[in-house]
């Protein structure tokens, strides 16, 4: 059974744990997830939204159609508050700020992604330190777009990569990705009630 942090007749929010998919991969191999694995106990699941599947932390999913639709437009319409920590490589100067840089795919390299100022898709990351030691950096990350890969893209960039990114930074610099989706905050649409979910990073 999976981790299961708030339910209700309409939604389920559950904490992924890192190195699990969050929905079915392409092959045999693939079909384990966290999807497959809550509908055992809610067979009537529905995906509303992703995580990568080195990324532990809250997932949402609805329990039925219409809630499915209206979750989703709350994504689309940049409704649904997201919070993430993160610790990342080295001190990270200013302690708060933004990083404003266009994401598209690297086809040559899926499924990494690339910036890209031509043909990238327009991707803001809001930063916060919460502490700075010469190593390392523990942030927390408001992701205001939701492209693939574009809070570790980001911060790679700017250097100072997420520890243990196979992708972007150093696998072994971390046994996981030290990257969790702590906090979802919303209005439900159905009772109209404002929810704030959160979640600490076991890391």
Not at 52 to 72: E, H, I, K, Y
Not at 89 to 97: K, L
Request: hydrophobic share 40%.
């Amino acid at each position: 059974m999976p981790n299961l942090i708030f339910h209700d007749a309409h939604l389920l929010i559950v904490n992924k744990p890192a190195g699990l998919l969050a929905v079915p991969g392409r092959g045999a191999d693939k079909q384990d997830c966290l999807w497959a694995r809550l509908r055992r106990d809610f067979p009537e699941a529905l995906v509303v939204h992703r995580l990568d599947m080195a990324t532990s932390g809250l997932m949402l999913f609805a329990r039925n159609r219409p809630m499915q639709r209206q979750l989703s437009i709350l994504f689309q319409q940049r409704q649904m508050y997201k919070r993430y920590e993160a610790v990342v490589a080295g001190r990270m100067e200013p302690a708060e700020g933004e990083i404003d840089l266009p994401l598209c795919a690297d086809w040559p390299q899926r499924p990494r992604q690339r910036i890209d100022t031509l043909h990238g898709k327009p991707a803001l990351t809001r930063y916060r330190v919460l502490d700075a030691q010469d190593s390392r950096s523990r942030v927390a990350l408001e992701p205001v777009t939701g492209r693939t890969h574009q809070l570790r893209l980001h911060l790679a960039a700017i250097g100072h990569p997420i520890l243990g990114d196979a992708l972007y930074g150093e696998a072994a610099s971390a046994p996981r990705l030290l990257l969790h989706a702590c906090t979802l905050g919303f209005t439900h649409p159905a009772s109209g009630e404002t929810l704030c979910i959160e979640h600490a990073p076991p890391f």
